[in-house]
């Protein structure tokens, strides 16, 4: 929808998205700052909840259905019930924080790569490989099938591999939970 | 917006989680610090596959999130069992192999 003005015309449609990608974007950034400056674990759990709701927000913004729709099912479902589960079992003791060497040592050298990345964007233009799947296409196939048609043709040994990960974590945490409780026990003689 | 905006917004992010990585003391915001590193990349990857047209990135992003899943139950796992063991959650007091 094209707004003109005589002297100045902007399609609102493009601004006002524009300005709900920014928002949620800078929500996501508070949230993961949230995450990190909250000295209780239970409080950095409930802002990395909002952080995997935010990016998933922003995941649809970029016409990515199927990807937010997971994102929210494994991340902000199963991955942080899970953190849930070990703060209730283990307690959520606060940690004092105070300002030492350690961290300033810390804030300067991430303040100096975010530096880095942050000129690294300025780079000039590129000849990027652009593929076919413009929204389009996608809104014709529909965003789950187009990723299934991906993943298991060109994608399929990956995919593979995953699910053989996935079931060796399995096994691993069974074996941890199962077996590795046992008191050490010094020999007496 | 443009691709400036996805790669500030998936440097700072990243940059973030990498801060709390250094910073904290608690395994547990340890790990989340490591989650937001990972969605950083997740959030990249989809953008600029917004940006290509292509669908690569969505299936890669997939597989990072495969990888996180495996990589947090396993993790999980290892500090509930370190704290069964010692009852104390600070990483710091972990130096039984320091010379």
Not at chain 2, 8 to 23: P, R
Request: charged content about 15%; proline content about 2%.
């Amino acid at each position: 929808m094209l707004i003109d003005l005589g002297w100045f015309s902007f399609d609102l449609f493009k601004v006002t998205y524009d300005g709900v990608v920014l928002a949620i974007g800078g929500t996501a950034v508070l949230a993961a700052l949230g995450v990190v400056l909250c000295s209780s674990p239970i409080y950095s759990a409930l802002y990395l909840i909002g952080h995997m709701i935010c990016l998933a927000l922003l995941f649809l913004m970029y016409g990515a259905e199927f990807i937010a729709a997971v994102q929210l099912i494994v991340y902000a479902g199963a991955v942080m019930i899970l953190f849930l589960f070990i703060i209730a079992l283990l307690g959520g003791k606060k940690e004092s924080q105070s300002f030492d060497f350690h961290k300033f040592m810390a804030f300067s050298f991430i303040g100096t790569v975010l530096a880095e990345l942050a000129l690294s964007t300025r780079v000039g233009p590129t000849q990027p490989i652009t593929g076919i799947f413009d929204e389009k296409m996608i809104a014709n196939v529909g965003s789950a099938k187009a990723i299934g048609l991906e993943l298991f043709s060109k994608h399929l040994i990956p995919f593979e591999l995953a699910s053989i990960l996935l079931l060796v974590a399995g096994v691993g945490i069974i074996c941890l939970a199962k077996f590795a409780y046992k008191p050490v026990r010094r020999r007496s003689n | 917006m443009g691709q400036e905006f996805i790669l500030l917004v998936s440097a700072t992010i990243f940059c973030i989680g990498a801060f709390g990585f250094m910073v904290r003391k608690n395994p547990l915001i340890m790990f989340m610090s490591v989650e937001l590193m990972l969605n950083s990349v997740n959030f990249l990857l989809i953008g600029y596959s917004h940006i290509l047209k292509s669908l690569d990135g969505q299936v890669f992003a997939l597989m990072i999130m495969a990888v996180a899943a495996a990589e947090v139950v396993v993790g999980l796992a290892i500090i509930l069992t370190i704290f069964r063991t010692r009852h104390d959650l600070n990483v710091d007091h972990l130096d039984s192999l320091k010379g």
